[in-house]
T-cell receptor, first 113, second 114 residues
Framework: GQNIDQPTEMTATEGAIVQINCTYQTSGFNGLFWYQQHAGEAPTFLSYNVLDGLEEKGRFSSFLSRSKGYSYLLLKELQMKDSASYLCAVTPVRGSTLGRLYFGRGTQLTVWP | ETGVTQSPTHLIKTRGQQVTLRCSSQSGHNTVSWYQQALGQGPQFIFQYYREEENGRGNFPPRFSGLQFPNYSSELNVNALELDDSALYLC?????????????FGEGSRLTVL
């Protein structure tokens, strides 16, 4: 089976840094995605990690450790518009199963002024 | 914007009815996946279509069925609706050969079953 775990809620203040953790246990692993989802909207792609290490993209960074089944999303210089749900998702083995993402329940981040 | 469009955006049905949701994929994508997202949960994989053939299915009963057309647009059909089917239904298109599995989501169809 697939088990992806992330905190339900987090809060932070504008300008701060927040780290959202994700742990996973899946039968097979090809990569890990982070998506952002504002209330009532579709998830939008933030990052993709397939190898161990840190991927940086502007204010957002994502880290992966495959041996530990662990990832985190780091958000710097938080803005009010970053208030959203952040979804961790794993894609299993390569080949024809690509596109079948297994999602965690999402972490609802609230940014306060 | 991802280029993936879904219709209708909102609809209300009663228990026992049937519903058809539609999705138009992003140009150049040959794979479409459908997800169900209940309130406060992450999306759950329903099934995937690749070049008009079902290419995998999640833990959903047979009353959830789908189609993919030659232009790669897709339909999700749900028969004998139950109250628990109330959710946001997300369509996502992708290019299988791209090798990453990245999905491009539509805005979703919010189904309410009364």
């Amino acid at each position: 089976g697939q088990n992806i775990d992330q905190p339900t809620e987090m809060t932070a203040t504008e300008g701060a840094i927040v780290q959202i953790n994700c742990t996973y246990q899946t039968s097979g692993f090809n990569g890990l995605f982070w998506y952002q989802q504002h209330a009532g909207e579709a998830p939008t792609f933030l990052s993709y990690n397939v190898l161990d290490g840190l991927e940086e993209k502007g204010r957002f960074s994502s880290f992966l450790s495959r041996s530990k089944g662990y990832s985190y999303l780091l958000l710097k210089e938080l803005q009010m518009k970053d208030s959203a749900s952040y979804l961790c998702a794993v894609t299993p083995v390569r080949g024809s199963t690509l596109g079948r993402l297994y999602f965690g329940r999402g972490t609802q981040l609230t940014v306060w002024p | 914007e991802t280029g993936v469009t879904q219709s209708p955006t909102h609809l209300i049905k009663t228990r026992g009815q049937q519903v058809t949701l539609r999705c138009s994929s992003q140009s150049g994508h040959n794979t479409v996946s459908w997800y169900q997202q209940a309130l406060g949960q992450g999306p759950q994989f329903i099934f995937q279509y690749y070049r008009e053939e079902e290419n995998g299915r999640g833990n959903f009963p047979p009353r959830f069925s789908g189609l993919q057309f030659p232009n790669y647009s897709s339909e999700l059909n749900v028969n004998a609706l139950e109250l628990d089917d109330s959710a946001l239904y997300l369509c996502a298109s992708s290019l299988l050969e791209a090798g990453t599995g990245e999905l491009f989501f539509g805005e979703g169809s919010r189904l309410t079953v009364l």
